[in-house]
């Protein structure tokens, strides 16, 4: 039985790749931001480990309790704010770096002990954010182009561990709902990617042999 570390479990991505790993039969270990948020992950995701730390607070971290052994940690949480340069405030900046990069800097850290023991796979989910930036994404797009680079920095550094970045696209997610919403436009799920087909490329970074690793993965919607 694998053991795996997810954030973001609460919604999206997070949640498609955590009921599968916890469908499966592999131990799960979840973070909740508040004991009231932890008891409705215990509730949606019988048999997981649930334990309190909130990744805008980064050092609550240090806090948690973890396996001997993890054979994986995703990076799945994540905040947007948007807007221009010129009106984007200091509390908008810091609350998108702590959470989409200052936290899984101190959590990689922290699980690396338990990653080394399994010689085991790190996931970060990042964003086309963190490939391209556009007008009105600085904050989150400078927060997704640092994770890419603690991916790039950290696969250096740990040979003996597998370090993935994957880029989806647009996908249906309440995250991408409220985006729609501070940009001022409809929503409509079905013309994005679906979680479920992010999930599926997770897992297959998750699954893959020893003799391979995929380091960068972009997921885009279709046609």
């Known amino acids: 039985m694998s053991s795996h570390l997810v954030t973001g479990a609460g919604s999206g991505i997070g949640a498609v790749v955590a009921r599968r790993l916890l469908d ?15 008891a409705e992950l215990r509730a949606a995701y019988d048999g997981a480990d649930v334990q309190v730390a909130d990744l805008a607070r980064p050092e609550s971290v240090e806090s948690l309790v973890l396996p001997d ?4 940690v995703v990076h799945a949480a994540g905040v947007v704010e948007l807007g221009p340069v010129a009106e984007l405030s200091t509390d908008a900046w810091v609350s998108q770096l702590q959470v989409n990069l200052v ?4 959590l990689t850290r922290v699980a690396l002990p338990a990653l080394r023991a399994a010689r085991g796979t790190v996931v970060f989910v990042n964003s086309g954010a963190g490939l391209t930036a556009h007008p009105g994404w ?21 040979p003996r561990l ?4 994957v880029y989806p696209g647009r996908t249906a997610t309440p995250m991408q709902q409220e985006v729609h919403r501070q940009e001022g436009k409809d929503y409509d799920p079905d013309a994005w990617t679906r979680p479920e087909t992010v999930a599926d490329a997770i897992l297959h970074v998750l699954d893959l042999p020893r003799d391979a690793t995929i380091t960068d993965l972009t997921v885009r919607p279709g046609g």
């Open 69 to 72: 052994e993890l054979d994986s």
């Open 138 to 158: 600085s904050a989150y797009a400078a927060s997704k182009h640092g994770l890419r680079a603690l991916a790039d920095a950290l696969r250096g550094e740990e």
């Open 103 to 106: 936290a899984p800097a101190a």
């Open 24 to 38: 499966r039969g592999d131990a799960l270990l979840l973070l909740a931001r508040s004991e009231e948020r932890a």
């Open 162 to 165: 597998r370090v993935t970045t």
